[in-house]
């Protein structure tokens, strides 16, 4: 397996501009997370998802940010509009889901590092 | 509630040292403990984990861990460090509960810096 694919792995942008993050789970993995990782805040959870469907948002930062799950093999998190302090690096991770001990194995993509200016 | 912490936010050692990293958890429970590694430009890479059994559990690149219940860590160690093993570790707890979520809490991760 190719394991968790992101694109882009670098996106400059000016502030005010929308930025979409792509994400491609690993095949047949049930759970989506996205974070955020900065100097200040470390890695942070952002939102998660079970068989496509949002289950916590509670990390999200605030509406500028939404993400999107329309099938199995895609996610997406958009930030519109964007600011210098979104700037982070973004991952994506997937884990089994089939029982509890594997539900927790998260494998994680090579991240999205944003830099908005 | 629950927490994960790493004392140590940066770690110098010799190559071939030994190490130990330091991981300490607050929980209501036995947690699924969980250590991964983020090179420089990299997402995070599974190193080892433990679910129940045998405390000592055997991971990746000859990385080891040992959970003590007494003192709620989990703590990391390689015998003899290598020039390569330079990145910063995190430490990461799961729900052991029925209501299992997935989710997993993050330490803020240990820099470990290797001198030739």
């Known amino acids: 397996d190719a394991g968790v694919i992101q694109s882009p792995r670098h996106e400059v942008t000016e502030m005010g501009q929308e930025v979409t993050l792509r994400c491609k789970p690993i095949?047949?993995?049930?759970?989506l997370f996205w974070y955020r990782q900065t100097m200040m805040r470390g890695l942070e959870l952002l939102i998660y998802f079970n068989n496509n469907v949002p289950i916590d948002d509670s990390g999200m930062p605030e509406d500028r940010f939404s993400a999107k799950m329309p099938n199995a093999s895609f996610s997406t998190l958009k930030i519109q509009p964007s600011e210098p302090r979104d700037s982070a690096v973004y991952f994506c991770?997937?884990?089994?889901?089939?029982?509890?001990?594997?539900?927790?194995?998260?494998?994680f993509g090579a991240g999205t590092r944003l830099s908005v200016l | 509630a629950q927490s994960v912490t790493q004392p140590d936010i940066h770690i110098t050692v010799s190559e071939g040292a030994s190490l130990e990293l330091r991981c300490n958890y607050s929980y209501g429970a036995t947690p699924y403990l969980f250590w991964y590694v983020q090179s420089p430009g990299q997402g995070l890479q599974l190193l080892l984990k433990y679910f129940s059994g045998d405390t000592l559990v055997q991971g990746i690149k000859g990385f080891e861990a040992e959970f003590k219940r007494s003192q709620s860590s989990f703590n990391l160690r390689k015998p003899s460090v290598h020039w390569s093993d330079a990145a910063e570790y995190f430490c990461a707890v799961g729900s052991v509960r029925s209501s299992n979520t997935g989710k997993l809490i993050f330490g803020q991760g240990t820099t470990l810096q290797v001198k030739p």
């Open positions: 991770a997937s884990s089994p889901g089939t029982s509890a001990p594997t539900k927790n194995i998260q494998y």
């Open positions: 095949s047949g993995h049930d759970y």
